[in-house]
T-cell receptor, first 113, second 113 residues
Framework: QQQVKQSPQSLIVQKGGISIINCAYE??????FPWYQQFPGKGPALLIA?????SEKKEGRFTISFNKSAKQFSLHIMDSQPGDSATYFC????????????FGEGTQLTVNP | DTAVSQTPKYLVTQMGNDKSIKCEQN?????MYWYKQDSKKFLKIMFS???????INETVPNRFSPKSPDKAHLNLHINSLELGDSAVYFC????????????FGSGTRLTVV
């Protein structure tokens, strides 16, 4: 079963707009929630990550909002730029030894100039 | 200086052939992974090694056999290739128990014809 569900599947935003991608997870043992950015022909690259002891983390134009009770987290990209056009993946894992990253289905973001 | 490198980047082969993909990381990480990305871009874990020991073995056909000669290398050998094996295979590494995320290679696009 899909333990991390991501939406929307695709997103088109105008330059300067806010891009919002949402994820929901099922396993309450997850304690690490990263977002990855993937450009065509490249591997996923870590963008920003959060642990459940905080509700928000901001790095530049990228912010993760985390709602532990709802088991949801989201990525906000402020002032979206054409260079942000990529596929974004949310993921979740446990810190414990032997853990693996479980990915969401991915969101194809297109930022129009 | 590439952190996680995979070879080859592209692999086109006929059904029934046997092929290998190699991965090397120079980050000093102790855990390495193979992920498969299908045509819909969904990322699914296949295997993980920690200090040369297999710790994750998902439901993968036994035609796929990983090998880790040391903690900096993880190879993937595939026997009797099938059309459905066509995908992008990513190698990744991390330091178990560390707070940093996974570092992915740039992928190997396998096409079985």
């Amino acid at each position: 079963q899909q333990q991390v569900k991501q939406s929307p599947q695709s997103l088109i935003v105008q330059k300067g707009g806010i891009s919002i991608i949402n994820c929901a997870y099922e396993n309450t043992a997850f304690d690490y929630f990263p977002w990855y950015q993937q450009f065509p022909g490249k591997g996923p690259a870590l963008l920003i990550a959060i642990r459940p002891d905080v509700s928000e983390k901001k790095e530049g134009r990228f912010t993760i909002s985390f709602n532990k009770s709802a088991k949801q987290f989201s990525l906000h990209i402020m002032d979206s730029q054409p260079g942000d056009s990529a596929t974004y993946f949310c993921a979740a894992s446990k810190s414990a030894s032997g853990s693996r990253l479980t990915f969401g289905e991915g969101t194809q973001l297109t930022v129009n100039p | 200086d590439t952190a996680v490198s995979q070879t080859p980047k592209y692999l086109v082969t006929q059904m029934g052939n046997d092929k290998s993909i190699k991965c090397e990381q120079n980050l000093g990480h102790d855990t390495m992974y193979w992920y498969k990305q299908d045509s819909k871009k969904f990322l699914k874990i296949m295997f993980s090694y920690n200090n040369k020991e297999l710790i994750i073995n998902e439901t993968v056909p036994n035609r796929f056999s990983p090998k880790s000669p040391d903690k900096a290398h993880l190879n993937l050998h595939i026997n009797s290739l099938e059309l459905g094996d066509s995908a992008v295979y990513f190698c990744a590494s991390r330091q178990m128990g560390g707070i940093a995320g996974y570092t992915f290679g740039s992928g190997t696009r396998l096409t079985v014809v």
